[in-house]
């Protein structure tokens, strides 16, 4: 079982530029989460997906998208890159009733 | 704004020591707590969970949770510099499975 993977593992876009990060989970979980982790500001919940076909913003969604293409994968886009948004990127799943969250390895973003 | 709060750190303990990390949380509505570890360049791995009052152990760490006082505390025994990482609280957002993160608290065990 390779639980959740994450591509890339690391990319560097130029500003303007678009990108989609991939994850896909083997837990059979209902429920995927993307998150991004910057110095001093922790870990922000970007969008989720409580179950397949659902999709919700978190705390900082602006200038990215979600789509949930099927139960096993999760993915973001960046329209439009911007400095702001470098950062490392983790994708998450969870299932009930414990909400035990599980990290994939993360996608290190650099946008110049 | 629901928070939560732990002290950045670093903590640090000799190796053998006790390590003890706290955490407190704004949100009453919260029902699951979680401690994650993360080191350096790494995602973060869930190493304990509890969900009611008191203690819970497993092996070398203790969770232990007091919803009263809104804290979550983790106790780690013989600490090894393996220890050395950043551990992160994590509530439940009410009764969701969205999940807020603390800053995390820098453990540093030294030899």
């Known amino acids: 079982n390779a639980g959740v993977t994450q591509t890339p593992k690391f990319q560097v876009l130029k500003t303007g530029q678009s990108m989609t990060l991939q994850c896909a989970q083997d837990?059979?979980?209902?429920?995927m989460y993307w998150y991004r982790q910057d110095p001093g500001m922790g870990l922000r919940l970007i969008y989720y997906s409580a179950s397949e076909g659902t999709t919700d913003k978190g705390e900082v969604p602006n200038g990215y998208n979600v789509s949930r293409l099927n139960k096993r994968e999760f993915s973001l886009r960046l329209e439009s890159a911007a400095p702001s948004q470098t950062s490392v990127y983790f994708c998450a799943t969870s299932g009930q009733p414990s909400y035990e969250q599980y990290f994939g390895p993360g996608t290190r973003l650099t946008v110049t | 704004q629901k928070e939560v709060e732990q002290n950045s750190g670093p903590l640090s303990v000799p190796e053998g020591a006790i390590a003890s990390l706290n955490c407190t949380y704004s949100?009453?509505?919260?029902?699951?707590f979680f401690w994650y570890r993360q080191y350096s360049g790494k995602s973060p791995e869930l190493i304990m969970s509890?969900?009611?009052?008191g203690d819970k152990e497993d092996g070398r760490f203790t969770a232990q949770l007091n919803k009263a006082s809104q804290y979550v505390s983790l106790l780690i025994r013989d600490s090894q510099p393996s220890d050395s990482a950043t551990y992160l609280c994590?509530?439940?957002?009410?009764?969701?499975?969205?999940?807020?993160f603390g800053q995390g608290t820098t453990l540093q065990v030294k030899p």
């Open positions: 509890i969900y009611s009052n």
């Open positions: 994590a509530v439940t957002s009410g009764n969701t499975g969205k999940l807020i």
């Open positions: 949100d009453r509505g919260s029902q699951s």
């Open positions: 837990m059979n979980h209902n429920s």
